[in-house]
């Protein structure tokens, strides 16, 4: 337990860092300042100061957690810190539901149950770092955590979350299914709408697709027409617009 | 049906039936493209023959339908009336809750008789967070809408190359268009056609 207490500061020191430095020094989170939930809650014009603050504060705090003595103070500040960062969080959910969270880079990607996940787990550090004493951390323990709390950044997802799912799909080939048998609907569409026949009815017609059936190697697709109806023959083999026909046929000839 | 679809068919194919305006080969020619005058529609004004919301009720062949501006609007659907769901259906396919636009003429009676009716077609773009089985989870500005591969009726459009029911180029993080049908009252959505940049 006393291990687990006195791993707790590096944990929190090396987020933090993290956190403070892309703060500071990212110039496309300062340029994308305006767009998170900061910019409503302190007006735009004040978000960049802000979250250089922010960003001030963290390194601070990191830099009394690595500073031994590890003091019970130091504790306090990370776990007052990771419930602002709850708070603000909540407060980014409910106010601005799409802006970006602005945490930790210039990802665009609303706060989530992720975000939470990572500032709850951030806070539980931080209240256990009160109680550390003067004992060796244990490093697997520390490396284990930052490695949650790094699945847990969606702004890292890019660099491993993407590429394995890409490589899954590559290896399942999920959406890989034999052609069927039927010419989709869509297909005779795209035909249709590229055929001179289509484009010179265009203008008379006046519904979608009302009726549509196959026959003998052709596709025929009945629109409603200013004149009653209109029919295309679109052929179900075959790229060439040209090959499509239609004729207007009038409501008493139909009737 | 048999004797419609076989007159028809006929108009078309050359056959002799009756056709009005109509060489019954290839195209009208170039002057029927300009037949139609222009809607008479003040700009910025509502259009009177479009209507959009969702079914409360449906009587017969009418629609009772809310509008997203609280808004009622009764449509009639009629013989003539096309209505999409994911591809043309029949009226019986339409329920209480789909979402809806509709076009056709404003009776005085203020029934919209319908010649169009889509039922809960969306258009949403995003990129894809991830594949499995037949779904495509989406990325919508940060909401996550799941969209199913229909057999048979979902295709791709990749760039300006033909329609294919063939998805297996989709990628992971890639963006797209997806034109599709909403389940009611859920984040589900089914695929007509994924238009892919490349």
């Known amino acids: 337990m ?23 020094f990212g110039r496309r989170m300062r340029a994308q300042a305006g767009q998170s939930a900061l910019a409503r809650l302190t007006g735009p014009a004040r978000a960049v100061p802000a979250l250089r603050l922010v960003g001030l504060v963290e390194l601070a705090v990191a830099a009394a957690l690595l500073v031994p003595p590890v003091h019970p103070l130091d504790g306090v500040a ?37 975000a939470f996940a990572r500032a709850g787990l951030l806070l539980a550090a931080g209240l256990l770092t009160i109680g550390a004493g003067p004992y060796p951390p244990l ?43 039927q010419v989709p609907l869509e297909t005779s569409l795209h035909l249709l709408r590229r055929s001179p026949a289509y484009c010179s009815a265009a203008a008379r017609l006046t519904s979608d697709i009302r009726d549509t059936w196959d026959e ?40 | 049906m048999r004797s419609r ?5 006929s108009a078309v194919l050359g056959g002799g039936a009756s056709v009005v305006a109509a060489t019954a080969l290839g195209s009208l020619g170039p002057e029927a493209a300009f037949a139609t005058t222009a809607p008479d529609i003040e700009p910025g004004a509502p259009d009177p023959n479009f209507a959009e919301g969702r079914i ?14 609280m808004v009622f609007h009764t449509i009639r659907v009629v013989d003539g009336t096309s209505l999409w769901k994911l591809g043309p259906v029949g ?53 996550e809408v799941l969209c199913h591969v229909v057999p048979g009726k979902s295709v791709a459009v990749h760039s300006e190359s033909p329609p294919t029911t063939d998805l297996s180029m989709l990628k992971v993080s890639q963006h797209v268009q997806i034109l599709g049908a909403w389940r009611p009252d859920t984040n589900e959505v089914d695929i007509a056609t994924v238009f892919s940049p490349h």
């Open chain 1, 2 to 24: 006393t291990g687990i207490a006195a791993s707790q500061p590096y944990v929190i020191a090396l987020f933090l860092l993290w956190a403070g430095l892309a703060k500071l």
């Open chain 1, 78 to 114: 990370a776990a007052l810190l990771a419930t602002g960062f709850l708070a603000y969080l909540g407060y980014a959910r409910v106010a601005a539901p799409t802006s970006s969270c602005g945490c930790l880079s210039a990802h665009s990607r609303p706060a989530d149950r992720r």
């Open chain 1, 139 to 181: 490093p697997g323990l520390v490396v284990l955590e930052v490695v949650v709390l790094l699945a847990l950044s969606a702004e890292l997802d890019r660099y491993w979350l993407t590429p394995a799912r890409r490589l899954l799909v590559r290896l399942r080939r999920p959406l890989a299914v034999p052609p069927p048998r």
């Open chain 1, 216 to 255: 003998d190697g052709m596709r025929f697709l009945v629109y409603g027409a200013s004149e009653g109806a209109a029919v295309f023959a679109v052929p179900l083999a075959g790229e060439d617009p040209g090959a499509v026909r239609v004729a207007l046929v009038g409501e008493t000839a139909l009737a």
């Open chain 2, 5 to 9: 679809r076989d007159l028809l068919k």
């Open chain 2, 56 to 69: 409360r009720s449906i009587k017969e062949n009418t629609l009772l339908v809310l509008g997203s501006n």
């Open chain 2, 91 to 143: 009226f019986d396919q339409a329920q209480p809750g789909d979402g809806l636009y509709a076009r056709g003429v404003l009776m005085p009676d203020g029934v919209l008789a319908a010649e169009s009716v889509w039922l809960n077609i969306v258009n949403i773009k995003g990129h894809i967070k991830n594949i499995t089985g037949r779904t495509l989870h989406l990325d919508h500005s940060g909401h």
